[in-house]
């Protein structure tokens, strides 16, 4: 069964630091990882996706996440942190099937401070 | 840009009512999810839909229902309200893998209180 660990379910930074969330994951088969994000009071918002193409993400807003099949890792990064990254993101996998069913995390708090 | 809405974002109901949450897309895809958010727990699977009047079971099914009667429209229903369902409930919606992509465009939630 697949399955999705985000260690740490809060992390606080300064701004302008290195944002890292980490996420690893558990499939029998490489499968489909992404990254959303959801501001306060809003809907998730997908910030990338890696789907077999290039190992190394780029998604919205500065972000990026590279894919490490011998770690079972998908870690999400930023080099520089803005108050505005202050948010809650997800990390989610889907198995490549018909049916396009995402297995979320647990979740991790980013906080900024100034 | 896709744009999934759902019909309340705030709402109070009482131990025991007939809840019915609503949820529209616009871009035409055949699958629409429901979720439930609970601090610490991530976003759980309650039901998913590939197509009109089909319907799966996600993870946690128990006590809701849902109706899918036309592609654009997906409907969350409690039949009997109880407190441990006061929650956040996100719709969601994609085209099917081997489409454009696997990405879910998210509504922006109802907030859910069992009184």
Redesign the interface.
Known sequence: AQSVTQLGSHVSVSEGALVLLRCNYSSSVPPYLFWYVQYPNQGLQLLLKYTSAATLVKGINGFEAEFKKSETSFHLTKPSAHMSDAAEYFCAVCKRSNTGKLIFGQGTTLQVKP | DVK?TQSSRYLVKRTGEKVFLECVQDMDHE?M?W?RQDP??????IY?S?DVKMK?K?DIPEGYSVSREKKERFSLILESASTNQTSMY?C?S?????GP?????????TRLLVL
């Open positions: 999934v699958n999810f979720y610490g727990l991530g976003l759980r699977l998913f590939y799966e996600g996100l969601a994609s085209f099917p893998p081997g992509g696997e990405t879910q465009y998210f509504g922006p939630g």
